[in-house]
């Protein structure tokens, strides 16, 4: 017996999606001409929480950046990220309804940098602040 991946009600498909990643979610189905999948992941509570430091894959995380993130920033209220890719998520877009912010694997002498301005991220620092989230 086949069952067709569409052909289940989008009770079941989001209870899928939700077991998934939702970055790798909405990274792969974003855009693919199918408007019942597109309107599934672009639910709010989809998109509240996005994970990137799961994601190992700098292009990924570009793209992400470029082609997603304007379509869902309003909906997102935490980001987890890493070192590696916290200037070009933090700053890839303006995260209005963002209220927490958790950062993986940092090492102390660069979450130092950060903190002290070392590495510039002030243009989002104000946006953190006006979030109350430092």
Same mark, same amino acid.
């Given at each position: ?8 009600? +989008? ?7 939700? /077991?998934? *990643? ?5 990274? &792969?189905?974003? +855009?693919? *001409?199918?408007? @019942? ?6 639910? #709010?509570?989809?998109?509240?929480? =996005?994970?990137? %430091?799961?994601?190992? *894959? !700098?292009?990924?995380?570009? !793209?992400?950046?470029?082609? $997603? ?13 890493? &070192?590696? &890719?916290?200037? @070009? ?6 995260? %209005?309804?963002? +209220?927490?912010? /958790? =950062?993986?694997?940092? !090492? !102390?002498?660069?979450? @130092? ?8 991220? =002030? #243009?989002? &620092?104000? /946006? =953190? /602040?006006?979030?109350? $989230?430092?």
């Amino acid at each position: 017996m086949n069952v067709d991946l569409l052909g289940l009600p +989008n009770e079941i498909l989001f209870y899928i999606f939700k /077991k998934l *990643n939702n970055v790798d979610v909405l990274y &792969s189905l974003f +855009n693919i *001409n199918n408007q @019942r999948i597109e309107n599934l992941i672009r639910e #709010k509570n989809f998109s509240e929480i =996005l994970n990137f %430091a799961v994601i190992n *894959n !700098q292009i990924i995380i570009d !793209q992400f950046c470029r082609s $997603i993130l304007a379509h869902i920033h309003n909906n997102v209220k935490c980001l987890i990220v890493e &070192s590696t &890719s916290i200037e @070009r998520i933090l700053l890839g877009t303006d995260y %209005a309804n963002l +209220n927490e912010l /958790k =950062l993986c694997n940092f !090492q !102390q002498d660069n979450f @130092r940098d950060y903190l002290t301005g070392k590495i510039n991220i =002030l #243009k989002f &620092s104000s /946006k =953190l /602040k006006k979030n109350k $989230i430092i």
